[in-house]
């Protein structure tokens, strides 16, 4: 099985590759650099993976198009960033003339939203949800959470976002210290992915 995930995101694709242990082929979506961007409205993760996973199944006839919507939730912060994670720091209008990138400003704005809070503020989650289309049509969703704190200065170098913060207490690691396998058993887009795996399975084999 072939499924196209309508992502830029080299992380993302990094991620879902080493989910998929050979079960399926992820690959990136044809030309998805060419296609407009669709509005992201929804209210919810799953919302917005399911308007993207619809809106590029359209534009790849018979592909089956996997799309996903992921961020961090911060008790702290009333579920903040949430859907608009990767938004953050453009939201606020935080240090928008800094040479930085979204990444390191949106981790930098968190920190220091949370720099006076009691460490209960910290805890967070991360959510992934994942939707697949083909033309136009949802065929299966799933979500996935891992649950977590977020630290006062980033660790770690091997994942993106707010990978560098966000610290699993049970493995004393952030996710942007984990290996390959370590991520994919422990992070939101590996759980998620374990979740959709086995329903797209059952429909191809029908």
Known sequence: MKLYAATTNSGKLRDFAAAAEGAVEILPLPSIREIPEPVEDALTFAGNAEVKAVYYSKRAPGFMVMADDSGLEVNGLDGAPGVRSARFADDHSYELNSAAGRDQRNNDLLVALLREM??????AR?????????DGQIVYTAEGYVAGEILPEPRGDKGFGYDPLFLLPELNKTTAELDA??????????????NLLPGLIRLEGR
């Open 126 to 134: 991360f959510v992934c949800a994942l939707a697949v289309a083909r």
């Open 118 to 123: 009691p460490g209960a503020s910290r805890s």
């Open 181 to 194: 396998d370590e991520k994919w058993r422990h992070s939101h887009r590996g759980r998620a992915f374990r």
